[in-house]
């Protein structure tokens, strides 16, 4: 299942949880790498609640994987915190095949691990035609959505010590005790 999913908007702009999405907030296209719904474990937790905060400001535009068939249920509960999302199945033993692209390519496993035509599709759609006025990328992966003509600011928050050294930021402390 891929699907680009738009709330349903009321006729005084409200969407279905109240939030009126047009109501002048620049837009914001927030990508991360699994679909932050229901927040029940950490790599869902952080991101859903960096949606919730940054939808007070800004009209969100969410692209996002699910790898697991039970959190397609979720989507339409997300995609109505958003004014437009964009969920594109993944499918675990499909990603881990392309990943031998990545070592022919010589690229880290995961970018091809978490490579999607019809998100980046997406992505390219809204970066041209809504022109966010930022980008938050959740996760290393997902920056290969946006590297080529990005356009706006970006924000991007890296959950791991091992994708933080690699972008060139601070190295992890190491563990004090015996």
């Not at 989507?75 to 499918?91: Q, S």
Request: glycine share 8%; net charge positive.
């Amino acid at each position: 299942m891929v699907e680009t999913v738009q709330p349903p908007v009321g006729s005084d702009g409200a969407d279905a949880t109240g939030s009126t999405v047009s109501a002048g907030r620049p837009d914001l296209l927030f990508l991360t790498q699994r679909i932050p719904y229901p927040p029940n474990k950490g790599e869902k937790i952080r991101p859903y609640h960096v949606i919730e905060h940054l939808r007070r400001s800004f009209r969100i535009h969410l692209g996002t994987l699910i790898d697991d068939p039970a959190d397609v249920a979720h989507a339409p509960t997300l995609a109505a915190l958003c004014a437009d999302a964009h969920f594109a199945r993944l499918d675990p033993r499909r990603a881990k095949l392309r990943c031998a692209s990545g070592l022919i390519a010589g690229e880290p496993l995961s970018l091809p691990y978490f490579r999607d035509r019809g998100l980046a599709r997406w992505v390219a759609r809204v970066l041209a035609d809504v022109r966010a006025a930022a980008v938050f990328v959740f996760s290393s992966t997902m920056a290969q959505y946006v590297v080529d003509g990005l356009g706006a600011p970006a924000c991007r928050s890296w959950t791991s010590p091992t994708s933080i050294r690699r972008s060139g930021g601070p190295t992890p402390a190491k563990a004090v005790g015996p």
